[in-house]
């Protein structure tokens, strides 16, 4: 069973950047990965994911542009690259797998593995 473990969280202010990552862990078989956030009060929302055997990558139309999803093989870690963060960016981010090509990458339903989140806190 993979494992995933976020990291990279943080205060930013607006404009600023910030880079997440997230160890996987165990045996890997992700067709997708992909990063969801949700911030308080507010249900959990797709941010962007990535086809594992081809890098196709897939953003959010509120991301788009500014955030780049990419992964390192060799270190078996996803990242999520951010630029110019706004307040509306607050959220706990989440890193999941999914295992099934079958369903929507952006429906966090399909994803079977989470890892246990990171706080992004950009302040205006």
């Known amino acids: 069973q993979v494992q995933l473990v976020e990291s990279g969280g943080g205060l930013a202010q607006t404009g600023d950047s910030l880079r997440l990552s997230c160890a996987a862990s165990g045996r890997t078989s992700s067709v997708y990965m992909g990063w969801f956030r949700q911030a308080p009060g507010k249900e959990r929302e797709f941010v962007a994911a990535?086809?594992?055997?081809?890098?196709?990558?897939y953003y959010a139309d509120s991301v788009k542009g500014r955030f780049t999803i990419s992964k390192d093989n060799a270190k078996n870690t996803l990242y999520l690259q951010m630029i110019s963060l706004k307040p509306e960016d607050t959220a706990v981010y989440y890193c999941?797998?999914?295992?099934?090509?079958?369903?929507?990458?952006?429906?966090?339903?399909?994803?079977?593995?989470w890892g246990q989140g990171t706080l992004v806190t950009v302040s205006s």
């Open positions: 990535i086809k594992w055997v081809d890098t196709s990558a």
């Open positions: 999941a797998s999914k295992r099934t090509s079958y369903g929507y990458y952006g429906d966090f339903n399909t994803y079977g593995v």
